[in-house]
């Protein structure tokens, strides 16, 4: 059973351009959530995706947007990098009704120079 | 807003002391508090999901224990290890779909 994967595992952009992340669940999951973690940091909630639809967001600003296929997988997108977007991406999967723990991809890097 | 706070952040010990990493968050109207590890560079581990109804969990060497009406939970590690060595994060989940807030960390190092 595979677990949650994300793609790339890591990737380098410029100031001003656009970025795309990918998630897959884990089998059987269809809850998408995103997590930016600066370095030295804890992970920060950026936005959660069930249905198709963004359910919960957290303190991030309209660059950073979101997608979820009908397969439950997922996208992160960022506009206009800056260089403060420079972070470990994780992504995490769960199943809504079950209120159970989230599972926990091994992460984009991404470093904007 | 929930705030968690991990200490101590940093702590260097010989192998087989027995550890403790305490947690302590603001908001004690939690749904359920995980325990993840996290190796440098790397995703995160589950290594203790504790219920709301539940005061502790056990696994192998590791025992972390709950106290929302004082909003702390405590990780035990046992006889520790070089392998043990990465940071520790402590993540209490609520508001309606069970999203974590993480503390900045423990970052443990166990040398031989």
């Known amino acids: 059973d595979a677990g949650v994967t994300q793609s790339p595992t890591h990737l380098i952009k410029t100031r001003g351009q656009q970025v795309t992340l990918r998630c897959s669940p884990k089998?059987?999951?269809?809850?998408v959530s995103w997590y930016q973690q600066a370095l030295g940091q804890g992970p920060q909630f950026i936005f959660q995706?069930?249905?198709?639809?963004?359910?919960q967001r957290g303190n991030f600003p309209d660059r950073f947007s979101g997608h979820q296929f009908p397969n439950y997988s997922s996208e992160l997108n960022v506009n206009a990098l800056l260089l403060g977007d420079s972070a470990l991406y994780l992504c995490?999967?769960?199943?809504?009704?079950?209120?159970?723990?989230?599972?926990f991809g091994p992460g984009t890097r991404l470093l904007v120079l | 807003k929930q705030e968690v706070t991990q200490i101590p952040a940093a702590l260097s010990v010989p192998e087989g002391e027995n550890l403790v990493l305490n947690c302590s968050f603001t908001?004690?109207?939690?749904?359920?508090l995980q325990w993840f590890r996290q190796d440098p560079g790397k995703g995160l581990t589950s290594l203790l999901l504790?219920?709301?109804?539940?005061r502790e969990q056990t696994s192998g060497r590791l025992n972390a224990s709950l106290d929302k009406s004082s909003g702390r939970s405590t990780l035990y590690i046992a006889a520790s290890q070089p392998g043990d060595s990465a940071t520790y994060l402590c993540?209490?989940?609520?508001?309606?779909?069970?999203?974590?807030?993480f503390g900045r960390g423990t970052s443990l190092i166990v040398h031989p």
């Open positions: 089998s059987g999951h269809d809850t």
């Open positions: 993540a209490p989940e609520s508001g309606g779909s069970y999203i974590p807030t």
């Open positions: 908001d004690s109207a939690i749904y359920n």
């Open positions: 995490a999967s769960s199943l809504m009704a079950g209120g159970e723990t989230q599972y």
């Open positions: 995706y069930y249905e198709e639809e963004e359910r």
């Open positions: 504790i219920q709301s109804s539940q």
